[in-house]
């Protein structure tokens, strides 16, 4: 009985180290620099003009309570605020996005938008990764 009394105590103990180890990671600032460095290739594009592009491929489909996993693409702000997964955008970070993995259909993620919907230029998946990289400000 001893023995089991110090093994809970050992685990309730590494738990918490555990706890702390992962609220100290998740406390870390992430970088949002208004401008990216390197490449050289990153325009400053408007908010409105993504919204314009997600108006017209994405709002079928992600608007309104039956927004598909409760991704509200009607604005930049609902695309900002994410899905029921969490965030879309990592300002600063567009491959990091998963937005912009939904817009490639890489890492696993439907390709966006699915057969059924108006595919985007690349020009419009460039101007969105653009604006992620340039920090994705909402206006
Ligand atoms: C024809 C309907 C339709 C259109 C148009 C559409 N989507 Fe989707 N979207 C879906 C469905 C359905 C899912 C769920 C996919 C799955 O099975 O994982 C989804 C999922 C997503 C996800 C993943 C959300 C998450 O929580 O992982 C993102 C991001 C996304 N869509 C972005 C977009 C963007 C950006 C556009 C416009 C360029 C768009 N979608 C257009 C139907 C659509």
């Known amino acids: 009985m001893a023995f089991m009394g110090k093994t809970k105590g050992f685990v309730f103990l590494a738990s918490i180290a555990v706890l702390?180890?992962?609220?100290?990671?998740g406390s870390e600032e992430p970088e949002t620099g208004g401008t990216t460095t390197g490449g050289g290739?990153?325009?400053?594009?408007?908010?409105?003009?993504?919204?314009?592009?997600?108006?017209?491929?994405?709002m079928p489909c992600h608007a309104g309570a039956e927004a598909k996993e409760k991704l509200n693409l009607e604005t930049v702000a609902g695309l900002l605020k994410g899905s029921e997964h969490g965030a879309m955008v990592v300002p600063g970070d567009a491959a990091n996005s998963v937005v912009v993995h939904a817009l490639h259909g890489t890492n696993g993620k439907k390709k966006m938008p699915p057969a059924q919907g108006k595919p985007l230029t690349d020009a419009q998946i460039k101007l969105i990764e653009d604006w992620i990289n340039a920090g994705a400000k909402p206006s």
């Open 20 to 25: 702390a180890f992962a609220i100290g990671c």
């Open 41 to 58: 290739a990153t325009q400053m594009v408007a908010a409105k003009d993504v919204e314009d592009v997600l108006l017209q491929h994405c």
